[in-house]
């Protein structure tokens, strides 16, 4: 049985800093593709950052420069270090697989106060 538990989320002020992760079980990591979404209050979910199976890294336009997107393969775990948060950028985030099934950790909180 696959699961994703995310962890790291928590209140910061803005400029502040933090470290998502996502912890795999049932699947290894590597050899996927692992993307991060968001979702604020109100609105829908949107994609932020992915990392591929060779290590690539893409990310949305607003975050681009202040977030990065990291994989340890060993702890089969995925990361997402964010930097310079801004109020915006709180939102339920949640980590994301696909194999033949999309798989969706529970989300971790981030509340960035201005």
């Known amino acids: 049985q696959v699961q994703l538990v995310e962890s790291g989320g928590g209140l910061v002020q803005a400029g502040g800093s933090l470290r998502l992760s996502c912890a795999a079980s049932?699947?290894?990591?590597?050899?996927?593709?692992v993307h991060w979404y968001r979702q604020a209050p109100g609105k829908q979910r949107e994609w932020v950052a992915t990392?591929?199976?060779?290590?690539?890294?893409t990310y949305l336009d607003a975050v681009k420069g202040r977030f990065t997107i990291s994989r340890d393969n060993a702890k089969n775990t995925v990361y997402l270090q964010m930097n310079s948060l801004k109020p915006e950028d709180t939102a339920v985030y949640y980590c994301?697989?696909?194999?033949?099934?999309?798989?969706w950790g529970k989300g971790t909180l981030v509340t960035v106060s201005s």
């Open positions: 049932g699947i290894i990591f590597s050899s996927y593709s």
């Open positions: 990392i591929s199976r060779g290590g690539s890294t």
């Open positions: 994301n697989t696909r194999t033949v099934t999309q798989y």
